[in-house]
């Protein structure tokens, strides 16, 4: 067994992969570097053995998305911790022994991540994770350094290693032990939304998670599902109410899910208002189509989380409405809340 294998799942990427690979392998002595292939129809495959002949390869027959892409590659892989970092992060020298040192020295916490600036803005969080990710009460996910589209520039205003809810997919390290005690990443998703349901499995059980300030690491985002494309709009939508259905007690669903039901639709008519494209519109539509369709096949999920959960304080879940705080009360900055 390794100590830390940092595995990055490819799909077409491999244009990304000759721009950061080099860096991770350089900046990262301590770990294994693995790349996991999702069936990628570029050169990735040919690129890998030819540039980067000491990396090892998995490859997926197919392309199984984000959650259950990962879920079949770390099955391959026998380490201590998994690192499970996107194609497109540039990581600085010393970014690891941070993450491996706290990790190290509390038993307690199952996963952290550094904290996660944007590769062009490097002095800006980037908004797939900031200084680590919260919710409220009605399942909007939210970042120390950005709530919905307002980032902030890095001030050392939330330096400190602070528990988290979840931990951003981008890069997020993790127990191995931690992610197949709590049957990993949802496949079903495919992708969106499925490290945020992890974590909050994870909290439930009675793990810790934590940004840890004194790593950082630069993300470009974006590069496979830009920000406004339907296919975004709809599995975000989609999975983010299947995390509900599956993490939320019986005491609270029903108020839960009912509140959203107004909220999503309101949230479509308004992209329609604001000029937004009608795919984006028929992209929420059809989440709830799907999500009413398939969400007694996570019943069974819903049971064990339920029978299993040692806890249903989870401070970093706020028990107020981040849409409200946002858009009525003008707050928007976390430390504003």
Same mark, same amino acid.
């Not at 000491?54 to 099955?75: H, Q, S, V």
């Given at each position: ?42 050169? !990735? ?55 491996? !040192?706290?990790?190290? !020295? ?232």
């Amino acid at each position: 067994m390794s100590k830390i294998a940092i595995v990055i799942l490819n799909w077409n990427g491999a244009h990304m992969m000759r721009t950061y690979l080099p860096t991770v392998i350089k900046n990262s002595p301590e770990a294994e570097v693995i790349i996991a292939d999702n069936a990628s129809t570029d050169d !990735s495959i040919k690129m890998l053995k030819e540039e980067f002949p000491e990396i090892r390869t998995i490859i997926l027959d197919k392309n199984y998305g984000f959650a259950e892409g990962y879920n079949r590659a770390l099955k391959q892989v026998d380490s201590e911790y998994y690192i499970l970092l996107n194609s497109d992060v540039d990581v600085p020298s010393n970014w690891l022994s941070p993450l491996l !040192s706290f990790m190290d !020295s509390h038993p307690e916490a199952c996963a952290c991540q550094p904290k996660l600036h944007a590769i062009k803005d490097r002095d800006s969080f980037e908004y797939a994770g900031g200084a680590g990710g919260f919710l409220d009460k009605y399942g909007y996910p939210f970042c120390k350094g950005r709530i919905f589209d307002t980032v902030e520039k890095d001030n050392g205003q939330y330096d400190g290693n602070h528990e988290i809810l979840w931990a951003t997919g981008a890069c997020m390290m993790i127990r191995s032990k931690d992610y197949w005690d709590a049957h990993g990443l949802d496949g079903r998703f495919f992708a969106h939304n499925e490290e945020i349901d992890l974590c909050w499995r994870l909290r439930l059980m009675g793990r810790k998670i934590f940004c840890i300030s004194d790593s950082t690491a630069y993300h470009l985002g974006g590069g496979t599902l830009p920000k406004g494309n339907p296919r975004k709009t709809f599995l975000n939508f989609r999975n983010n109410l299947t995390m509900l259905y599956k993490n939320l007690s019986d005491d609270e669903r029903k108020h839960v899910m009912r509140v959203r039901f107004y909220l999503d639709w309101l949230a479509a008519f308004q992209m329609l208002i604001l000029g937004r494209s009608r795919g984006d519109f028929k992209a929420v539509y059809k989440a709830r189509k799907e999500f009413a369709k398939w969400k007694h096949d996570f019943d069974s999920d819903h049971k064990w989380i339920q029978e299993n959960k040692k806890t249903d304080v989870i401070p970093e879940r706020i028990s107020r409405s981040i849409l409200w705080q946002y858009y009525a009360k003008g707050k928007k900055t976390f430390s504003q809340l």
